[in-house]
């Protein structure tokens, strides 16, 4: 089942992410590290009713944020629509212990069947250059990779945006 993430679950969420952490810098990609995804920021998404968490079996094994807010860092880009009408996906982890089960593809599948329900034109997001398997995962959905943005807190490599047009 994929619900709204509770309060009680920000510390479930973090250790998901700490772990997908890991497991990324065990295969030499350093996406997301201990400033980044923080508490706070989850906090944020929590608050904005855009936090979602994955259930099985009554534990939580994964998340996504599903959200209408344009990053700044996002502005530049020549995206494929007009803003005002996107939905932006951040922050999509599941636990490594339950990766390659289908279902980061469910998160994914909520989020765009979220998207198209709400009348909203485009899904946007972006993922770390270095990370060639998420590349693939999302090129394999049909997302389009456009310009490229920067977190220097994150990482001296770009991130590439992508769009899936609705």
């Given at each position: 089942?994929?619900?709204?993430?509770?309060?009680?679950?920000?510390?479930?969420?973090?250790n998901?992410t700490?772990?997908?952490?890991?497991?990324?810098?065990?295969?030499?990609?350093?996406?997301?590290?201990?400033?980044?995804?923080?508490?706070?920021?989850?906090?944020?998404?929590?608050?904005?009713?855009?936090?979602?968490?994955?259930?099985?079996?009554?534990?939580?094994?994964?998340?996504?944020?599903?959200?209408?807010?344009?990053?700044?860092?996002?502005?530049p880009?020549?995206?494929?629509?007009p803003?005002?009408n996107?939905?932006?996906?951040?922050r999509?982890?599941?636990?490594?212990?339950y990766?390659?089960?289908?279902?980061?593809?469910e998160?994914m599948?909520?989020?765009?069947?979220?998207?198209?329900?709400?009348?909203?034109?485009?899904?946007?997001?972006d993922?770390?250059s270095?990370?060639k398997?998420?590349?693939?995962?999302?090129?394999?959905r049909?997302?389009?990779?456009?310009?490229d943005?920067?977190?220097?807190k994150?990482?001296?490599?770009?991130?590439?945006?992508?769009?899936?047009?609705?």
């Amino acid at each position: 089942m994929i619900r709204h993430a509770k309060i009680s679950e920000i510390k479930d969420i973090l250790n998901i992410t700490k772990a997908c952490a890991i497991k990324m810098s065990d295969n030499g990609i350093f996406q997301w590290n201990d400033n980044y995804p923080s508490e706070s920021t989850f906090l944020n998404d929590l608050e904005r009713n855009e936090l979602y968490v994955k259930e099985s079996n009554g534990k939580v094994i994964g998340t996504i944020v599903i959200s209408t807010y344009m990053d700044e860092e996002y502005v530049p880009i020549q995206w494929l629509t007009p803003n005002g009408n996107s939905i932006y996906i951040h922050r999509l982890g599941v636990d490594p212990i339950y990766q390659g089960k289908g279902y980061a593809q469910e998160l994914m599948d909520f989020g765009e069947a979220y998207s198209k329900s709400n009348g909203f034109v485009s899904v946007r997001l972006d993922t770390f250059s270095q990370n060639k398997r998420n590349q693939r995962f999302y090129e394999q959905r049909g997302y389009q990779k456009l310009d490229d943005i920067f977190f220097p807190k994150q990482s001296v490599h770009p991130f590439h945006c992508y769009e899936l047009v609705l």
